[in-house]
Structure formats: structure tokens, C-alpha cells
């Protein structure tokens, strides 16, 4: 993991933990990491921000938005302040339907099965993302459609699933090269849970997110010793 600033100067910018990763074609994809499930990626000079949250970085400090990709409308998703900082007159946002009704501007709505090319050589496929755990369902109901997302990037496949659980849209995911799952209950997915996830997708690199911030702690130790010799299993600071 290289620890620097992915947005330009360090006299500038704040400093976030950063992975890059190299894509099936050798071009490099920037990963950051912020807190929860806000993350950023950067591809060919382009800033993709997903699920900003306005308490879990500095973004007024950070480059502005090229994409903004939104999961679905709960808080810790959704958030209009981060959003507007981000913002220039260019920047595309991605969203399900339920957000998308928030804004008073053009946006490409997803639903689970959707296609898009908001960005050249970036592909975004929208993955149903919702609970199928007896007195879960209403967290992230299947209707309701909330998305994850499937990015395309220099031939690789990047899924970031958003709040789900181990429901049979996600473990039917083929060819992930690295998987964001959530670990949290009860409203996303328990260890074991993100175990069965993971060792039906078979990714090449899994990070845990969307963990901590509620009363059962995530056993991440055990999810790390459940899925040696199944993935790398990469864990940041996402708390």
C-alpha cells in the first residue's frame, strides 16, 4: 500500500491512503480510501468519487468530480454537501432511481442491469444490490432497486456492491478482478456471509468496506483467516 496524496501537492491536499493497481491492458488505476464507503478512484487523470459523505474527507480540498457514482440514498451514501463540493459544470453523477430524485439537475439514473458509458473507456453495469436476511429486507429492499456497480477500466472489473447481502445477483458475478463487499450487520452482510460472497465471485484482490460505525464489531481477523489461499484480501482503514 503507498500512503500519499493522490490529488495533487501535499502542501495542498490532504492525505489518504492510496493503492494503484495495475488494470489488464497496464494502464494504473488510484484507489483511495476515505472512511466507510467512500472511496475515489483516478484513471487516465480523471477523478471518480463514490458515495461521498462530507464528514468522511476534506473534499473542498480535493480535485473536482469527473463522475460521481452514487449506490443508493441512505446518509452514509448519499450526500448532497459532499456532492456540491465536488461539483463542476462537466461532472456526470451516477445514481439509482431513488437518488436520483434528490437532484434538480441531469444525472444517468441506474437500475439493477443497466449499462452506461459516462466517461470514455469507462463502463459502468449496475448489479441489484439488497438483503434477503429474515427481518433485514427493509434495510435495502430488492423493489427499491438500490445499485452496485460493475466499472470496466482498462480491462479490468471493478465491483463495488454498495449495501447488500450474499443474495444470488451478487455470487452470479463472473470475471471481478477486485471486489468491494460490505461488512457490517445487520444491515449489510456478516463475516460469513462475505466469505460465501467472495468464494462465489472469486476475485482477484477483496477489500472489506462499509464496516464499523455500529454496535456488533466485524470480526475482520477471522474474515482474513476464512479466505486464505481464496483471494488477497486487502484491509484499510476504512473505519
Known amino acids: ?32 480510501f476515505f472512511k466507510h464507503a467512500s472511496l475515489a478512484l483516478e484513471t487516465d487523470g480523471r477523478h471518480i ?31 448532497m454537501a459532499a456532492i456540491d463540493r465536488l461539483r463542476k459544470p462537466e461532472t456526470i453523477v451516477v445514481c439509482d432511481k431513488t437518488s436520483a430524485e434528490a437532484f434538480d439537475f441531469d ?7 443497466s449499462v452506461a458509458q459516462p466517461l470514455a473507456g469507462v463502463t459502468v453495469n449496475a448489479v441489484p444490490a439488497y438483503n434477503i436476511s429474515e427481518g433485514h429486507l427493509q ?25 447488500t447481502e450474499n443474495n444470488e445477483d451478487v ?3 463472473k470475471n471481478i478482478d477486485i471486489a468491494f463487499l460490505p461488512v457490517n450487520q445487520p444491515y449489510t452482510m456478516t463475516v460469513d456471509q462475505a466469505v460465501d460472497a467472495v ?15 455500529v454496535e456488533d464489531e466485524t470480526d475482520i481477523d477471522r474474515l482474513v483467516r476464512e479466505l486464505d489461499g481464496v483471494t488477497e484480501v486487502r484491509i484499510r482503514p476504512m473505519e
Open 199 to 213: 468464494k462465489a465471485i472469486a476475485p482477484r484482490i477483496f477489500y472489506p468496506y462499509h464496516y464499523g460505525e
Open 139 to 163: 434495510f435495502h429492499p430488492k423493489e427499491r432497486e438500490d445499485c452496485g456497480y460493475v466499472l470496466t477500466i482498462g480491462g479490468s472489473r471493478i465491483y463495488i456492491s454498495g449495501d
Open 49 to 79: 468519487y463514490v458515495d461521498p459523505v462530507d464528514s468522511y474527507a476534506d473534499y473542498a480540498r480535493l480535485p473536482k468530480a469527473d463522475m460521481i457514482l452514487i449506490t443508493h440514498s441512505h446518509y452514509d451514501h448519499f450526500d
Open 107 to 113: 444525472c444517468i439514473t441506474m437500475t439493477p442491469g
Open 171 to 173: 455470487k452470479a458475478l
Open 1 to 32: 500500500m503507498s500512503i500519499l496524496s493522490l490529488f495533487g501537492c501535499k502542501e495542498k491536499s490532504p492525505v489518504y491512503p492510496t493503492d494503484i493497481i495495475a488494470t489488464a491492458s497496464g494502464d494504473e488505476v488510484a484507489v483511495t
